[in-house]
Every structure is written in C-alpha cells, then in structure tokens.
C-alpha cells in the first residue's frame, strides 16, 4: 500500500470525479450550498466559494417525506484522503459504511473550501431533510475527522447558534490533527511507527500544500488546520479512535488530553485505541486484511452512541458520505473540491 501511494503522489494522479449519478443511482444525490448566513468568519474568503457538491447514502437514500423515528440515527461522514484524494461513493467507502451500519444497528481546494462542504451537507440534513440535528452523528476519518473538528469549531463560534445546531455526537477515527506539520516530510519518517504505517510522509505533504496553498494563517484558521493546539468547549460528545501502529498515535493522546484539560469537556471525550493496527482502519480494513479490528472499531462507536442514551434500544442509523466532487478549473480556486 504504501508503494501504491509513493507511485500516487509522484505522478500526482487525480482521481476521476464527477457529479453523475453512476453505480450508485438513486443513492446519490446533489446538495446545493445553504443559505449565504449559514457561511461566516473562516469559512468565507473572497477567492473560495460554496458549490454543488455529491453525497451517496447508505443503505437507501433518505427524502424529506421521511422521518427518523426514536432510536435511529443520520451518521454525516466525512470521507479521508489527505484532502487530495478518495471520494464518498461505494468503491471507496462502502466498506467503512457497511461496518458503521452492522455495528450500530477528495478533496481538492484549499481552506476553506472543505468547510463549506461541511456546512453545506450539515445543513442539507437539517434543513431540506428536517432531520432533528439530536438524530446526527459527525463523523469522518483522517482527513475528514480533521473536518469533522473544523465543524464543531465553527458551530461552537457561530454568532448566531441556531442556525447550525449542536449534532448528537462526533466520531474521529484516527483525526488528522496538525495539517500545516504534514508539509515537513522529516517529522513524518522519524516517528516511531514509521515502518509500520503505510501512508508515505510525501502524501500528508502534498495534501498539506493543496489544502494551505496561499492561505495566510491568522488565528482564527490556526485553530482550524491545527486542531491538536487549540483545543476548545466541545457541543456534543466525542469519540476518538486510535491505532496502536499508526503514525499519529501520539497525536490522538494529546488531542485527548488537551479536550480533557478543559472541564466542560471531562464527561464527553473518549479514547480508544486498537492495538497492533496502522492508520485509518477502519476505512482500509478491507483490502489490508484487518477487516475484525475495523469491526471493533465500528462497534466501538456504537457502544459510545448507546451509552450516551442508555434508555434507548439498539438503534439502526442510515449514512450519508459527502463526495465533494467539483472539477478542476484554473479559474476557480476551489475546483476539484
């Protein structure tokens, strides 16, 4: 795996995408951006704007004549990929989104181009679908757990609280924590679980530079592309989900840590690692034969769901991967997204 993505990065292959309906059919759908009050602060930039972008649901697609009943849930994921490739459609998350769905019954442009992907989604959910934001999930891995915290931030230090409501609680699995440190391949390699990860220090690095490209890092994006360093008041609970051979170990415990380090936050933050694993098992469980510890992970999160309501029966969820699919267009700096 790990010289598949050396070979991917050194060419600089971009995956195909597209808006079309394809293998998915009516599973696939197309969400415009929200309303323009719904995007401020860091998430608007003269250069970067909102587009249509493509989810697929999973296992059926959701209308707005359905309702959630009690006890069922919407998991809104965020798919990873360094920022620069994968993609929300069966081939790439089907594995992942079936685990989730049994166990609890790329993104090109720079900042903030993700981010406004991320409300528009959110809102698609909570506004054209009138899905109770008490029946959402956030979740994402790698690159798209960094998103997922890059949400919750901005809900938290939203103006106006209502317009993008607290979800039900947050999945990161295996977090993407400090993407400005990607760009210094050195850091990367001299982990110690270095030789056992198999993502190549050049892809975090080119995900990096795409994701940055000239963006001036005040603070208030710091604490959107460094999340390790600004921890903050988290609006719901939250899961992080660990490998015991992933090369971000050590970053997952301070990310804990520093959550933890705030008292509002002591209740709601868990940790859990799987030992003996690389980065993102959840996500490559299926074609690195670690399929049982991607099970365990998924299970994990469900049992983190449960315990949050102890009262409710087991519950079945549905699950919408957002595939940002915008193509490549000189003009427009967020192409590709």
Same mark, same amino acid.
């Given at each position: 795996?790990?010289?598949?993505?050396?070979?991917?990065?050194?060419?600089?292959i971009?995956?195909?995408?597209?808006?079309?309906?394809?293998?998915?059919?009516?599973?696939?759908?197309?969400?415009?951006?929200?309303?323009?009050?719904?995007?401020?602060?860091? =998430?608007?930039?003269?250069?970067?704007?909102?587009e249509?972008?493509?989810?697929?649901w999973y296992?059926?697609?959701? !209308?707005?004549d359905?309702?959630?009943?009690?006890?069922?849930?919407i998991?809104?994921?965020?798919?990873?990929g360094?920022?620069?490739?994968?993609?929300?459609?069966?081939?790439?998350?089907?594995?992942?989104?079936?685990?989730?769905?049994?166990?609890?019954s790329?993104?090109?442009?720079?900042?903030?181009?993700?981010?406004?992907?991320?409300?528009?989604?959110?809102?698609?959910?909570?506004? !054209?679908?009138?899905?109770?934001a &008490?029946?959402?999930?956030?979740?994402?891995?790698? =690159?798209?757990?960094?998103?997922?915290?890059?949400?919750?931030?901005?809900?938290?230090?939203?103006?106006?609280?209502?317009?993008?409501?607290?979800?039900?609680?947050?999945?990161?699995?295996?977090?993407?924590?400090?993407?400005p440190?990607?760009?210094?391949?050195?850091?990367?390699?001299?982990?110690?679980?270095?030789? !056992?990860?198999?993502?190549?220090?050049?892809?975090?690095?080119?995900?990096?530079?795409?994701?940055?490209?000239?963006?001036?890092?005040?603070?208030?994006?710091?604490?959107?592309?460094?999340?390790?360093?600004?921890?903050?008041?988290?609006?719901?609970?939250?899961?992080?989900?660990?490998?015991?051979?992933?090369i971000?170990?050590?970053?997952?415990?301070?990310?804990?840590?520093?959550?933890?380090?705030?008292?509002?936050?002591?209740?709601?933050?868990?940790?859990?690692?799987?030992?003996?694993?690389?980065?993102?098992?959840?996500?490559?469980?299926?074609?690195?034969?670690?399929r049982?510890? =991607?099970?365990?992970?998924?299970?994990? =999160?469900?049992?983190?769901?449960?315990?949050?309501?102890?009262?409710?029966?087991?519950?079945?969820?549905?699950f919408?991967?957002? &595939?940002?699919?915008?193509?490549?267009?000189?003009?427009?700096?967020?192409?590709?997204?």
């Amino acid at each position: 795996m790990k010289v598949g993505l050396q070979k991917f990065v050194t060419f600089r292959i971009k995956p195909s995408l597209s808006l079309k309906t394809g293998r998915e059919k009516e599973r696939f759908v197309l969400v415009d951006p929200a309303l323009p009050e719904a995007y401020s602060g860091v =998430a608007e930039d003269n250069n970067i704007w909102p587009e249509t972008i493509g989810g697929t649901w999973y296992p059926n697609r959701f !209308t707005s004549d359905t309702t959630v009943p009690e006890g069922q849930h919407i998991i809104l994921h965020f798919h990873g990929g360094s920022y620069v490739m994968g993609d929300g459609r069966t081939k790439s998350t089907g594995f992942l989104a079936r685990n989730l769905l049994d166990s609890t019954s790329a993104l090109y442009g720079r900042f903030p181009a993700q981010l406004q992907d991320a409300i528009s989604s959110y809102s698609y959910l909570v506004y !054209t679908l009138h899905i109770p934001a &008490s029946q959402i999930i956030l979740s994402g891995d790698s =690159a798209g757990a960094h998103l997922v915290l890059g949400l919750l931030r901005y809900i938290v230090q939203m103006d106006n609280p209502f317009i993008l409501p607290a979800p039900l609680c947050n999945w990161l699995f295996s977090p993407w924590c400090d993407v400005p440190a990607a760009i210094d391949t050195s850091d990367w390699r001299r982990d110690p679980n270095y030789a !056992t990860e198999y993502i190549p220090a050049t892809l975090p690095a080119w995900g990096a530079k795409n994701y940055l490209r000239d963006l001036d890092i005040t603070g208030p994006i710091e604490e959107q592309v460094v999340p390790l360093r600004h921890p903050f008041i988290l609006p719901s609970p939250l899961l992080i989900v660990t490998g015991g051979r992933e090369i971000l170990l050590q970053q997952h415990l301070q990310l804990a840590q520093g959550f933890l380090k705030i008292p509002e936050n002591m209740d709601c933050v868990e940790l859990y690692k799987e030992d003996g694993v690389p980065h993102d098992v959840l996500a490559i469980g299926g074609i690195a034969n670690f399929r049982h510890q =991607a099970l365990r992970c998924a299970r994990n =999160a469900g049992d983190f769901l449960r315990n949050l309501r102890p009262e409710r029966p087991a519950f079945k969820a549905e699950f919408f991967t957002v &595939s940002n699919d915008n193509f490549e267009d000189p003009n427009n700096e967020k192409a590709g997204t």
